[in-house]
């Protein structure tokens, strides 16, 4: 008998789930990572939600429809310049040192803007919060990507990301909770809802900073440190990110994919709340009820349209980050994009009773955050050690000066069309096109699935 032709091929064993390749020290520093992101993504929805009842009580009812997207505007200045800052910083002085302020700085200047007494210092309160918030997300990704073994990062981090819907939720929660209280008449010290919502908001970001003393600086990037200082490497240079023909074009490309998908959600879909507000205003329109009764129901049903439009976003991020792992990162983001515009066209155009928020608004959420579940497993694997944090965040806050331009464009075309609810929906409409423009660039960008990350000494 040839024994060549009867053995058996040796079984391969199947390779580990990534969550069972972590130790210790892995989760540590994916817990803290996720919370920090998840409890920046809880931060930005009561502002959300917060925003529209602060610009009634502050610049008037009439006003406040063309007010609420200026103030969008100012918040995502200030993340965009905060993210460059705070992300370069990152590179130079270690991930989690500028983590910690990048928290501490969202965390305070939340709790002040419910002290706000105008149209101005409300959006000087916005501006520095956006600061802080800006800095969270790049620091986040690039502290894992450094840190986990190389096998599990793109699940690791695009569970990251989906994690973060459960900071949207507790937000949409929590914005039930206070809007019930409201219309019971049980918020202390005579405060209004959106200046409860603030006050709350401020505090979950504090809990993060204990469990940070557990971890320290990824050893991946303290290696890359030392070395760099010796070959005169610079780490968070932005002329280093902009000079090599490499990094430029991956950091211009994928600032502009990035864009689109910012705009698709911050620009656009975050004013989602106003339009189910006015479909609940038109419904108790002739319930007889009274202006503060009114207002807290509006206040209630924002928060419940938040809620399901970030059950759906868990989802849409869940999926498509997996599918960026499967079919490729390209593919995945493209598809993302024409979701989110899709999606975007039907809310604004056709929602407009309340049995359709429960399923139109869901939808919506899984189109427009299913992008940014790409972005975490895409983004880190387009920069070097020395520039992952500074390309990451330029990509992704780079592009939200780019997108703060939608709010106040939105704005602009509301009160051209007379700053009624009709003009708004339209104005969304239109800057929705932006997105299609976001497939455009992708096929420029390199696909990294299944290729490591990228090193200085790569040309």
């Known amino acids: 008998m040839n024994l060549a032709q009867t053995a058996r091929p040796l079984a391969v064993p199947a390779p580990l789930p990534w969550w069972r390749t972590f130790n210790r020290l892995h989760w540590l520093v994916f817990f803290v990572a996720s919370m920090a992101w998840l409890v920046d993504c809880m931060d930005q929805q009561i502002f959300n939600m917060a925003r529209d009842g602060a610009m009634e009580v502050l610049v008037g009812k009439q006003l406040s429809i063309e007010y609420a997207p200026y103030t969008t505007s100012m918040f995502l200045i200030g993340w965009a310049v905060g993210g460059l800052i705070l992300g370069s910083m990152g590179d130079r002085y270690g991930r989690l040192r500028m983590l910690k302020w990048a928290i501490l700085m969202y965390a305070l200047c939340t709790g002040l803007s419910a002290l706000a007494t105008g149209f101005w210092d409300f959006c000087a309160y916005r501006f520095i919060t956006g600061v802080g918030v800006g800095g969270v997300f790049g620091l986040a990704v690039a502290l ?191 598809i993302a994009l024409l979701l989110s515009f899709l999606t975007t066209i039907m809310v604004f155009k056709y929602m407009r009773s309340i049995d359709q928020i429960y399923w139109m608004v869901p939808i919506m959420g899984f189109g427009q955050y299913s992008v940014f579940g790409v972005f975490a497993v895409y983004l880190p694997e387009l920069f070097p050690t020395s520039l992952r944090s500074t390309g990451t965040s330029f990509c992704y806050n780079f592009g939200r000066l780019l997108a703060a331009t939608a709010p106040f464009t939105i704005g602009q075309i509301t009160k051209n069309l007379g700053g009624d609810i009709e003009g708004f929906r339209t104005g969304g409409i239109y800057v929705s096109f932006v997105l299609l423009l976001g497939i455009v660039v992708l096929p420029f960008l390199p696909e990294t699935k299944d290729c490591p990350l990228p090193e200085e000494s790569l040309p």
């Open 144 to 334: 894992v990507a450094d840190s986990v073994p190389d096998s599990s990062r793109a699940p690791a981090l695009g569970m990251l990301q989906s994690l973060s819907a459960f900071g949207n939720i507790g937000a949409g929660l929590i914005g039930m909770l206070i809007g019930t209280f409201a219309i019971m008449h049980l918020l202390p010290f005579h405060l209004q809802s959106w200046q409860v919502l603030f006050i709350v908001g401020a505090f979950p970001a504090l809990v993060i900073l204990p469990a940070m003393r557990q971890i320290k600086e990824p050893e991946k990037w303290v290696k890359a440190k030392a070395e760099g200082a010796i070959k005169g490497i610079k780490f968070g240079s932005f002329a280093n990110l902009l000079r090599n023909p490499r990094w430029r074009r991956n950091a211009w490309l994928g600032m502009l994919a990035c864009s689109a998908g910012i705009i698709g959600l911050w620009g656009i879909g975050n004013f989602t709340p106003k339009i189910v507000r006015s479909i609940i205003d038109f419904h108790l329109a002739t319930s007889g009820l009274s202006a503060e009764a009114v207002a807290s129901q509006k206040s209630y049903w924002g928060a419940f349209g938040l809620l399901l439009q970030t059950t759906g976003g868990f989802f849409g991020m869940l999926a498509l980050s997996k599918l960026a792992q499967v079919k490729g990162r390209r593919i995945a983001f493209g």
